[in-house]
């Protein structure tokens, strides 16, 4: 592994697995392509030796407001062979959000800005903002050479300095990052960044670290990039810019003058004012590397970006990207208006909030409203996951069940998850636990689908007794341990990406009706959603567990160790990621087993991590801290609605977190035919 070209690491597998997967009707419906994307030319020999532009940028270099176009250019230009074919300038994206909560709909967008990527199916390294990188033998040091030239959407130059920056004034500052990136240590000890020269970096760990590679492309609090990880009140990313940000540290303004500023801008410190400065859906003025720059912010009825004139990649005949002037997103009140707006054919693209359920209506409308339908099937074991916070502590007596291996099994054996799938996924997806497809080698194999996770009510039952809840009212509901009241437990939705998550929880109310457990379920506006959880403070959360089909790239939904994300335990999280210095450490020896394997698993090779995710998945299931439900399915951003007009979208696209739909598609290379 000294030397890595592009394209010479296989992740997961996922490629093959999408051949092999078997997804019932839905592989019957004619509406699954291959899985295919735009080609990334790296040899410079097909380099193209002039540029052009679109028309709204040569206005401005006329007018004197943009430099030439070729010096705009970095000069390692990324070059991208369209998917079908070289496209035209022009129009407008049209798509739908869902409010201020709604940040994934743009980050997804601005995906160019990530170290580096994946290939369509998901499963290769490919370059982004770094050309090129280099893993040395014995994995402790990882090399990555940016692109040459490389600018941010203001002019300002992009060199190894934003990178430093980055790491030693806002990640080292605990104001702004109090919780480490697990991902910058390697078996729990931090590594090192360090400048080799102004356009490459080294990261230097004290052990082996053959996983980090990976890290940098998925979407991790590394690899991420600036827009995803820099927003919503996070720093965690990178690289940042220097040379628009650091006027707001206190490193290098006074902080009588940091305070001063911060309070004429309406915030109460540095830090508030600092995240509101490095945070792209709010500030425009903020310098971007994505295709587009913000230009109308999140917290309007219309959130608007626009070309960014500085953007790293052309087409095969020269043209720099991205192909369309802006994307559009228009304020929905919910996900129903954003499916009804689509069946309307108001929308170019949108797999955000697309209800599978509604896929007849959609399908049926596809002539009348001038627009393709596109299913995409995932490979993360559950659509939908209840996931019991068993760090939960403003009910005790709750608190003290949920944190029992025997009540979350109890909990899983009372769902009947085959009505679930055919009242909300037509009958297509697959019930069962959370692990990823059986045809991925880390699957730890076909009874752990089954596991915990069929309709047993005897089971659910003598599990309840078991642990004191044996007692019930009239009406068949148990009582509490502590008071002798009806114990009531409470799930949590979010507003969020499925229209039909309250729905579901309203059938597992009903379900669990049978095993004697009261259920109240609580539909909160999305943001609210994530600050209760990422507090400890749901009980129950339904989410789903996309991304977990590769597990080290996005481990949150499995394993506490996500000190941003973690809605199993918080607590716990922030005690993994710092390596014990911030959080609580838990005393669960199942949960102490699977944080060893995973900080074991970044000094091991891509088979031995196999076998080691293996083992997690098998712990993660039997110990209920994730409640699947129904899964494999498209339900999950996979029923993509496809305006006739846009030209090179692909027959199918990975909805795997890491690839970042609809990014994984390179939208900079759609176009608009006339």
Not at 95 to 123: V, W, Y
Not at 233 to 243: D, E, H, K, N
Request: charged share 25%.
């Amino acid at each position: 592994m000294r030397r890595r070209e592009f394209g010479a690491i296989a992740l997961t597998g996922i490629a093959g697995a999408a051949a092999a997967q078997t997804t019932g009707g839905f592989h019957d419906s004619g509406l699954i392509g291959r899985l295919e994307g735009p080609q990334l030319i790296t040899d410079e020999a097909r380099r193209p030796r002039q540029f052009k532009e679109a028309p709204m940028l040569a206005e401005q270099v006329r007018a004197g407001r943009l430099p030439p176009v070729d010096q705009r250019l970095p000069q390692d230009v990324m070059v991208i062979q369209p998917l079908r074919s070289v496209g035209k300038y022009g129009g407008t994206w049209r798509r739908g959000f869902i409010g201020p909560g709604d940040s994934e709909n743009g980050n997804r967008i601005m995906s160019g800005d990530k170290p580096l990527f994946f290939d369509a199916a998901g499963t290769e390294l490919m370059p982004c903002l770094a050309r090129g990188y280099e893993v040395s033998e014995d994995g402790r040091r990882t090399t990555l050479f940016l692109r040459r030239g490389l600018k941010w959407s203001d002019g300002s130059p992009h060199t190894a300095d934003d990178w430093l920056f980055y790491f030693n004034d806002i990640y080292a500052n605990r104001d702004l990052v109090p919780s480490p990136a697990p991902e910058l240590s390697a078996n729990g000890k931090p590594g090192r960044m360090v400048k080799v020269d102004d356009y490459t970096v080294a990261f230097e760990f004290d052990d082996p670290y053959f996983l980090f590679p990976q890290l940098l492309a998925g979407d991790t609090l590394i690899g991420g990039g600036n827009t995803r990880q820099q927003s919503q009140g996070q720093s965690y990313g990178i690289y940042a810019p220097m040379a628009y940000l650091k006027a707001f540290l206190p490193k290098y303004t006074p902080m009588e003058q940091l305070t001063a500023q911060a309070r004429q801008a309406g915030f109460g410190n540095w830090v508030e004012h600092f995240k509101f400065r490095s945070d792209w859906r709010l500030n425009r003025d903020l310098p971007t590397l994505a295709a587009w720059r913000m230009v109308q912010p999140i917290n309007t009825q219309l959130w608007v970006l626009e070309r960014n004139p500085y953007f790293y990649a052309v087409d095969t005949e020269g043209q720099q990207l991205p192909y369309i002037d802006r994307v559009q997103m228009t304020l929905a009140e919910n996900p129903e208006v954003i499916n009804l707006r689509a069946i309307a054919g108001e929308y170019d693209y949108q797999e955000r909030f697309i209800d599978l359920g509604k896929l007849p209506v959609i399908i049926e409308n596809q002539q009348r409203s001038r627009y393709k339908v596109h299913l995409d099937p995932g490979f993360n074991g559950a659509d939908s996951v209840l996931f019991p916070t068993i760090t939960y502590t403003e009910d005790r007596e709750i608190g003290d069940l949920l944190r029992k291996v025997e009540f979350r099994r109890a909990l899983a054996l009372g769902i009947d998850r085959e009505q679930l799938n055919e009242a909300f996924w037509l009958g297509l997806g697959t019930p069962g636990s959370v692990v990823p497809d059986e045809s991925l080698p880390e699957n730890p194999g076909p009874e752990w689908r089954r596991k915990w996770s069929v309709l047993d009510i005897p089971q659910a039952n003598r599990l309840l007794d078991g642990i004191g809840l044996q007692r019930k009212d009239r009406e068949g509901f148990r009582l509490r341990r502590d008071n002798g009241q009806r114990l009531r437990i409470e799930i949590a939705v979010g507003q969020t990406l499925s229209p039909t998550w309250p729905q579901q929880a309203e059938m597992i109310a009903q379900h669990w009706r049978q095993i004697g457990i009261a259920t109240d379920v609580k539909v909160m506006e999305r943001s609210l959603w994530y600050t209760r959880a990422y507090t400890d403070q749901h009980q129950i959360a339904l989410w789903t567990n996309n991304g977990t089909e590769s597990l080290y790239l996005y481990p949150r939904y499995t394993l506490p160790v996500d000190p941003i994300g973690a809605v199993i335990s918080n607590v716990y999280s922030h005690w993994y990621a710092s390596n014990g210095q911030r959080g609580e450490a838990p005393s669960d020896p199942h949960l102490l087993r699977a944080f060893q394997l995973m900080r074991a698993a970044t000094s091991q090779r891509q088979a031995e991590r196999n076998e080691t995710a293996k083992e997690v998945w098998r712990i993660a299931v039997d110990q209920q801290w994730g409640i699947g439900l129904v899964g494999l399915s498209p339900a999950f951003m996979g029923v993509r609605v496809v305006s006739d007009r846009l030209e090179n979208v692909p027959a199918r696209t990975g909805i795997s977190q890491h690839c970042r739909t609809p990014w994984g598609a390179h939208p900079e290379q759609w176009y608009f035919k006339s």
